[in-house]
């Protein structure tokens, strides 16, 4: 696997820089991501399987990363809060987690209370992959990797992506998506409660195409960001649904869009 894709894919999809570099360890390959914003080098994450049973995960600070562990110590309960709960969610889908804070194993609550001085985060997973069909080497890291990544950027300010009204041209309804549904920090945590079928019709797109349909859902915002002031926190749990292109385009067919429950009812309607 050539480090530059997974370079590539982390850049388009938090649209921030990503040092990626690959080396070999104790005969695994293993690869490091770094995000940085605004210059900063925040944290790295080594991606590599061992033994071809598990993937593991290992998540540190980078070296000069004080202003990162300042602003982690820092975060607003909220972030702390999507911080435990993607933990947790990671937990149920069978990932053993092992995080140290200034050197020790720390629970939820001194998640919230303590300085963050140092940390240091495993993730392991067994067995790499659900199904019995071999792996895709980049399909796993680069899954893997984003989770990590997206486990702590939503501890973190991270500067607002740019509008990215370009790629969505042609389909009407997006145009009233706001840049929340766009955040892939907020829709990696609520994915990750939520999972990846529609919350509406229950479409699984994975189940109708195969491997192209993984991990293919829209997110949409059930209240729309012109009705919250602009210094709401989003709850991804709750603020956010994954749904279907299909019944994505419905939702918005009125503004402010249709609600869930709604949308739910004039399906069991027709
Ligand atoms: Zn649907
Ligand atoms: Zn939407």
């Not at 809060?81 to 993607?86: G, L, P, Q, S, V």
């Not at 993730?123 to 399909?139: H, M």
Request: hydrophobic share 35%; charged share 25%; net charge negative.
């Amino acid at each position: 696997m050539v480090s530059a894709d997974l370079q590539k894919y982390l850049q388009e999809y938090f649209s921030l820089p990503f040092d990626v570099r690959k080396e070999l360890h104790e005969g695994n390959e293993c690869y490091f991501s770094s995000p940085s914003n605004e210059g900063n080098m925040l944290f790295e994450v080594k991606a590599y399987i061992q033994n071809e049973i598990r993937i593991v995960l290992e998540i540190k600070p980078q070296i000069h990363a004080r202003a990162m562990l300042e602003s982690i110590s820092r975060a607003d309960d909220g972030k702390k809060t999507n911080f435990i709960n993607f933990l947790n969610s990671l937990k149920s889908k069978r990932v053993s987690v092992h995080l140290q804070v200034n050197g020790r194993p720390i629970n939820d609550e001194e998640i919230r209370e303590c300085t963050w001085n140092n940390f240091y985060c495993r993730l392991t997973r067994v067995p790499i992959t659900d199904s019995n069909e071999p792996f895709d080497l980049f399909d796993v890291i680069s899954e893997w990797t984003k989770q990590a990544v997206c486990l702590f950027l939503c501890l973190l300010p991270v500067s607002d992506q740019e509008e990215k009204i370009g790629e969505l041209e042609g389909s009407q309804y997006l145009v009233v998506c706001n840049k929340y549904e766009r955040s892939p920090i907020n829709r990696e945590l609520c994915l990750a409660k939520k999972g990846y079928t529609c919350g509406i019709c229950g479409f699984d797109f994975e189940r109708t195409y195969g491997s192209i349909g993984r991990r293919f859902i829209h997110v949409h915002h059930i209240i729309p960001v012109s009705m919250i002031g602009p210094n709401y926190q989003i709850n991804p749990e709750k603020d956010l649904i994954p749904v279907c292109p299909n019944c994505h385009a419905m939702l918005h067919r009125k503004n402010p869009p249709y609600l869930p429950e709604e949308l739910k009812d004039i399906i069991g309607e027709s």
